[in-house]
Nanobody
């Protein structure tokens, strides 16, 4: 069983920055950040494999960075140049996969463990 706890959300103006943190009890090979905007489906934001390889949604590429600190059992999402359309509940998740190639692009319903989410609101 994996427990995930997110923090770091809040309100920020467009163009600003925010860092989300996810603390976990046990790391899985594949972990990532997802978000759900009001009235929309949950979408992938970024994923990271334990060897450090990463993947990003096109909408955040070049603005967001996912990183990890295995010693601290923490996953981060560095959000830069945020836009109003980044407003959403952000979730940390972990998947039970055997191979790294099964991580990137994996749909949300194939992640077994989820945090409770942290709200990010970006004002224009």
């Amino acid at each position: 069983q994996v427990q995930l706890v997110e923090s770091g959300g809040g309100s920020v103006q467009a163009g600003g920055s925010l860092r989300l943190t996810c603390v976990y009890t046990s790391r899985r090979l594949c972990m990532g950040w997802f978000r759900r905007a009001p009235g929309k489906e949950r979408d992938g934001v970024a994923t990271i494999v334990s060897d450090g390889s990463t993947s990003y949604a096109d909408s955040v590429k070049g603005r967001f960075t996912i990183s990890q600190d295995n010693a601290e059992r923490a996953l981060y999402l560095h959000m830069n140049r945020v836009k109003p359309e980044d407003t959403a509940m952000y979730y940390c998740a972990a998947a039970n996969v055997l191979y790294a190639k099964s991580c990137h692009g994996r749909p949300p319903n194939e992640f077994a463990y989820w945090g409770q989410g942290t709200q990010v609101t970006v004002s224009a």
